[in-house]
């Protein structure tokens, strides 16, 4: 039988502006602090984020079958995407994964995980899924790496408050990047 896809042949790539963890590998640098939080999901499917933790059950968070409802404690920050370039942001909500890059910030030969990039695999499906981190040598962001991180406009807080973090025109204009000093 012939080949059912020609060598090299792969789906497309979906363009997101959030990175996530997936089977396999990502990689990426982190390009601004972390905001925290925790999240919760509501019976229309649409996060909420919030500064502290909600003590009593929020009147739109999604209820299991078991009568029972969740929310997480997440980290957001903004990472360059190794594969595409692009400024995006990940939250990561998975404790393991959180663990081991605090493990690697409060590490004294590792420091400042933005000042390195890092790799995430995970194996396994669903629940099941298991992650591991692994930091690459610390290299420096190159200029245009920089210029670029300068130029992507994304506003953390406004996971906050439910507005798209995103300014519809994602990068600055030169004259405005001409006044930001590297």
């Known amino acids: 039988m012939e080949n059912f896809l020609e060598e090299g042949a792969s789906a497309p790539k979906t363009n997101s502006n959030y990175f996530k963890l997936i089977e396999g590998t990502i990689k990426f640098r982190i390009v601004s602090p972390a905001k925290y939080g925790y999240e919760y999901w509501t019976e229309e499917n649409k996060p909420v984020r919030l500064h502290e933790k909600s003590e009593k059950k ?10 029972s409802w969740t929310q997480k404690h997440f980290w957001a920050f903004k990472v ?3 594969e595409d370039g692009v400024v995006k942001v990940f939250e990561i909500t998975q404790k393991s994964v959180k663990e081991e890059i605090e493990a690697l910030n409060e590490n004294t030969e590792w420091g400042n995980p933005s000042e390195y990039d890092i790799s995430i695999t995970g194996t396994g499906k669903g629940l099941d899924r298991r992650y591991t981190v692994q930091p690459s040598p610390r290299k420096p962001l190159t200029k245009e790496e920089e210029s670029l991180v300068a130029r992507t ?9 439910g507005d798209n973090p995103f300014n519809e025109k ?13």
């Open 170 to 182: 994602s990068e600055i204009s030169d004259s405005e990047l001409e006044k930001i000093p590297f």
């Open 153 to 161: 406009e994304i506003d953390l807080d406004a996971l906050f408050t």
């Open 80 to 82: 360059i995407d190794r």
């Open 58 to 67: 929020p009147e739109d968070v999604r209820v299991e079958a078991n009568g």
